[in-house]
């Protein structure tokens, strides 16, 4: 079972930036895709960014042009740096890897808080 451990969370104020950051207990890291998502309290979780193992990038309409999904293959690492932070963003964002075992592999979240 592939473990992710999420970390650089916090509370910034609107307009700040924060780095988020997802270590893989695995030697087979580059070959996966790797995620971002987030939950904001009563809502769904949602998909923030994905990168592949060639570092194409997608991301969610909402987060365009402010955040970026990067991966460093050398340290088991994806990032997620997030930029021109808005309440709105205020959640727990997870990392996950989906082709990690029959179910995937989801991080236990990290508590990004926006403040107005």
Do not use: H
């Amino acid at each position: 079972q592939v473990q992710l451990v999420e970390s650089g969370g916090g509370l910034v104020q609107a307009g700040e930036s924060l780095r988020l950051s997802c270590v893989a207990s695995t030697s087979i890291f580059s070959i996966y895709v790797m995620r971002w998502y987030r939950q904001a309290p009563g809502k769904q979780r949602d998909l923030v960014a994905t990168i592949n193992s060639g570092a194409t990038t997608t991301y969610a309409d909402s987060v365009k042009g402010r955040f970026t999904i990067s991966r460093d293959n050398t340290k088991n690492t994806v990032y997620l740096q997030m930029n021109s932070l808005k309440p709105e963003d205020t959640a727990v964002y997870y990392c996950n890897a989906p082709e990690a075992g029959p179910a995937g592999s989801w991080g236990q979240g990290t508590q990004v808080t926006v403040s107005s």
